[in-house]
């Protein structure tokens, strides 16, 4: 079975600074991964994702993501961020016809 | 619509009791899905649907569960006898295709079992 392990439940960052949330996936023949993020009481907005072609992947909101094969990872990154940014962070892989998600990871952006 | 509408969007139930939550998807997505948020966890797959038929249910937790999509748009999602293990948010998504995984996930509907 397909499984998604984000590596951090908890990142803390204060205003400004760079951040990397960290997520590893199963390894299969074709992959699609996607990061997506939930603020409080809200459903699953997509970040960014990536189905082929080049490994560097841009989404909304400044962040970006890289795609390594060799060590089956999919680390959401930003150089600087907002208070705003505050949110859970959930990385997902499909498995068939279905999105199968980590567990979450909880960033908290402090002034 | 512009976006997938869950409703209602928080539910309290007493526990024996039958709840009916509804999604209403992206008009013209032929793919919906149901997914079960525990609190502090990522989302888990319930049930897939492309039009009106139920082509993967193999994530509904136990038979209480039931899933309907008679006319290939509205969903209801159907707890039996409601348990404190209920207790999540059941959150719905919409797909044009099953393809690329450009899913539009609603609000989610909050249910609480008392």
């Known amino acids: 079975a397909q499984s998604v392990t984000q590596l951090d439940s908890q990142v803390p960052v204060f205003e400004e600074a760079p951040v990397e949330l960290r997520c590893n996936y199963s390894?299969?023949?074709?992959?699609?991964l996607f990061w997506y993020v939930q603020y409080p009481n809200q459903g699953l907005q997509l970040l960014l994702k990536?189905?082929?072609?080049?490994?560097l992947v841009k989404g909304i909101n400044g962040f970006e993501a890289e795609f390594n094969k060799s060590q089956t990872s999919f680390h959401l990154r930003k150089p600087s961020v907002h208070i705003s940014d505050t949110a859970e962070y959930f990385c997902a892989q499909t498995s068939g016809s279905r999105l199968t998600f980590g567990e979450g990871t909880q960033l908290t952006v402090n002034p | 619509g512009a976006g997938v509408s869950q409703s209602p969007r928080y539910k309290v139930a007493k526990r024996g009791q039958d709840v009916a939550l509804r999604c209403d998807p992206i008009?013209?997505?032929?793919?919906l899905f149901w997914y079960q948020q525990a609190l502090g966890q990522g989302p888990e797959f319930l049930t897939y649907f492309q039009n009106e038929a139920q082509l993967d249910k193999s994530g509904l937790p136990s038979d209480r569960f039931f899933a309907e999509r008679p006319e290939g748009s509205v969903s209801t999602l159907k707890i039996q006898r409601t348990q404190q293990e209920d207790s999540a948010v059941y959150l719905c998504?919409?797909?044009?295709?099953?393809?690329?995984?450009?899913?539009?996930f609603g609000s989610g509907t909050r249910l609480t079992v008392v």
């Open positions: 990536y189905l082929s072609g080049s490994t």
């Open positions: 998504a919409s797909s044009l295709d099953l393809g690329g995984g450009g899913y539009t």
């Open positions: 008009s013209g997505h032929v793919s």
């Open positions: 390894s299969s023949v074709s992959v699609y």
